[in-house]
């Protein structure tokens, strides 16, 4: 993977806590003093919080159909 | 306690989700439907408690693992009655405020947050049918990669995940513009 993919990645995992110890630990104090490093992260929590809420819209339209189908 | 029922239809949820939740539809809503109407609600109000209970139920299986130790039925309708419930007080309180007295001060506080949802769910939009269905079918409706790579023709999984990775940055680029002046100080 390219290394932006890659750090894409690591964001994700990190997030998700799975990360190695040590690693996680690295990414952590990286943030510390690295600005870009931290819009990166509030950048990717946004682009999960956008797919969270277009998810809802889609499912909650998902239910209209089926209750329409159901019960008219 | 975790019961093997509960566990099929967790899987069954992610994986075959439209006729999932249309069995549980099907099953639970009139019973729904039932309670709220004995409890001075209309056919509308018990839809959209129902389809809220639903919502909150799907995501705690993709986000929290849950596994239920009732069966279903009695934890949406646990659900919905708290939501119901919750939405009587509302409405009470708002009939004893509109015929309370309003102060000068107290008057127009109500933030509009729907304009940051509107332009989130905007980026979400622009991506392109295939990113966009990618992205929300793992992260929000939790399929595993496996599912997604077969539905959507990659040729591996890795390749579905070195594109879900790619179609996550252009979304997080995508949302920079809005990250900019939300954070402005």
Known sequence: MRPLLNEVQLLEDYLKGTLPEEQQLDVAVRLLWDQELQQKLARQRLAYKALRLFGRRQLRAELEAIHTRLFG | ?185
């Open chain 2, 1 to 185: 306690m975790i019961s093997i029922q509960s566990l099929s239809m967790n899987a069954a949820l992610l994986t075959d989700r439209e006729r999932t939740l249309e069995r549980i539809y099907a099953k639970t809503y009139p019973m729904v439907r039932h309670y709220v109407k004995e409890n001075s609600g209309t056919d509308d109000d018990a839809k959209d408690i129902f389809q809220e209970a639903l919502i909150t139920y799907y995501e705690k299986v993709v986000y929290d693992q849950l596994t239920l130790t009732s069966s279903l039925s009695t934890y949406l309708m646990g659900i919905c009655k708290n939501l119901w419930r919750q939405e009587l007080d509302k409405r009470a309180r708002k009939t004893w405020l509109s015929e309370a007295p309003i102060d000068e001060v107290g008057e127009e506080v109500i933030v509009d947050d729907e304009q940051p949802t509107a332009t989130l769910m905007a980026f979400v939009e622009q991506l392109g049918e295939t990113c966009r269905s990618l992205l929300v079918s793992f992260y929000y409706f939790g399929q595993r990669l496996e599912q997604i790579a077969e539905q959507h023709s990659y040729r591996s999984v890795r390749s579905a995940t070195v594109q879900k990775f790619k179609c996550l940055e252009r979304l997080r680029k995508a949302v920079s513009h809005l990250s900019i002046n939300q954070f402005k100080l």
